[in-house]
């Protein structure tokens, strides 16, 4: 099995800055894409920003300049810096990874769990 486990969300004032990380576990043969994505309170998930394996990243215009994605390929960890952070930036936060795994041909999308980031006014 495969699973990805995020850290580092919380309660920020606007303005601030949180890291989010993303570390994938599992019998992993190689990964494609990783990405960030997020659903706030009654709206549809969304696309944050994604990395591919080579490095090349591309995010939402409402996060440009603000949130940078980078990723740890030896230790299959993405991570999402977000700075000057908004109130309209609170939401779930959920890690995604094309993995391929061991014994396997093919890549499955992968989901974490999900972690809250919460920014006050």
């Known amino acids: 099995q495969v699973q990805l486990v995020e850290s580092g969300g919380g309660l920020v004032q606007a303005g601030g800055s949180l890291r989010l990380s993303c570390a994938a576990s599992?019998?992993?043969?190689?990964?494609?894409?990783m990405g960030w994505y997020r659903q706030a309170p009654g709206k549809q998930r969304e696309l944050v920003a994604t990395i591919s394996s080579g490095g090349n990243t591309n995010s939402a215009d409402s996060v440009k300049g603000r949130f940078t994605i980078s990723r740890d390929n030896a230790k299959n960890t993405v991570f999402l810096q977000m700075n000057s952070l908004k109130p309209e930036d609170t939401a779930v936060y959920y890690c995604?990874?094309?993995?391929?795994?061991?014994?396997?041909?093919?890549?499955?999308?992968?989901w974490g769990q999900g972690t809250q980031v919460t920014v006050s006014s």
């Open positions: 599992g019998s992993i043969r190689r990964i494609n894409v």
């Open positions: 995604n990874a094309d993995v391929q795994k061991s014994g396997t041909y093919w890549y499955d999308a992968y």
